[in-house]
């Protein structure tokens, strides 16, 4: 059940005992030969919807923490790391890609039995999730059910001509870039990382540290390179991603975080112009990474969202 009106969501911090307690209670399992990781909220026989969380690049499922316990309420929450990122293996010579990524996700639902659920997704995630509505416009086409209900982006690249990437992500995709993945080191993600918040709710020291421990765990960040493919991915793959979005009548919201550099007002802009009536929410001095920002924003937004679509009580 949800919490009494005259008790208010608590939005915890990240930090590096936050991170030990989210490996604490995740769940590990084999996926395509690797062990993967995610955290699962399930209440055996709860009619409670699901509700899948995406996690962005380059961080894992642990952006989700300042929000799980709010959305728990209402929800049965899966937020799996994707292979690659956070606890899940970092497998050095593999070629990652979108699809791979959805595979993984529909292998979860598979071993939980979800048939149907919305979805949050963030940064990298937002392609992920626009590779699963592009699979259920196929289900749709051969009159097999759907099995997203609602969709909620984050600021990440839904249109590759309005992505702005950082000059160390495009240095990445270059012949240097496996150099440049080798010598990636804390302080340097720290500056990177930070740039992309908004002026005010920049990271701190513990947030760093956990952000980091994800990142470098089995030497994660020797694949930042490999990982970044996902950007000519994009481009490759335009017309199936974009013409999913462009085509579903499925809810969908945009929280954007204007501040951004990478895929912010700009990208929200590029939603509005091609999204027939599209559903916005500008936060104007927040960054790329709203729900750990702006958690209690985030969540009043969701749930403006999920109760006007009916998928949580008023």
Not at 16 to 45: I, N, T, Y
Not at 145 to 155: A, E, G, P, Q, Y
Request: proline letters at 7%.
């Amino acid at each position: 059940m949800r919490p009494q009106a005259d008790t208010a969501p608590v939005f915890p911090p990240i930090s590096p005992a936050a991170l030990a307690a989210w490996q604490a209670h995740g769940r590990f399992g084999a996926f395509a030969g690797h062990r993967v990781f995610a955290r699962v909220e399930d209440r055996q026989g709860d009619t409670r919807p699901w509700l899948l969380l995406i996690h962005g690049f380059p961080t894992a499922s642990l952006d989700w923490h300042p929000l799980w316990q709010a959305l728990s309420e209402d929800f049965n929450l899966l937020a799996p790391d994707l292979l690659g990122f956070g606890f899940s293996d970092k497998p050095a010579r593999h070629d990652y890609r979108i699809a791979e990524q959805a595979d993984l996700i529909e292998h979860w639902c598979t071993a939980l039995g979800v048939t149907q659920m919305h979805v949050v997704a963030h940064d990298y995630g937002v392609t992920v999730a626009q590779e699963l509505l592009a699979r259920d416009r196929e289900h749709a086409a051969l009159g097999e059910t759907k099995r997203l209900r609602s969709i909620v982006f984050l600021n990440g690249g839904l249109f590759p001509e309005s992505h702005r990437p950082r000059a160390i992500q495009k240095l990445l995709l270059t012949p240097l870039g496996p150099l440049l993945s080798r010598l990636l080191t804390k302080r340097g993600f720290a500056r990177s990382f930070m740039a992309i918040f908004g002026p005010a709710t920049r990271p701190g020291a513990d947030e760093i540290d956990a952000f980091w421990t994800l990142v470098a765990h089995q030497d994660g960040q020797r694949i930042a390179h490999r990982l970044m493919r996902y950007v000519p991915e994009r481009t490759q793959h335009r017309e199936r991603w974009v013409g999913a979005l462009l085509a579903t009548t499925m809810p969908m919201r945009l929280i954007n975080g204007a501040r951004d550099p990478v895929s912010g007002a700009h990208m929200a802009a590029r939603f509005r112009e091609l999204i027939h009536g599209a559903d916005v929410v500008w936060l104007d001095e927040i960054g790329h990474y709203p729900q750990v920002e702006a958690p209690s924003r985030v969540y009043a937004s969701l749930c403006n969202f999920w109760r006007r679509i009916g998928a949580m009580a008023p």
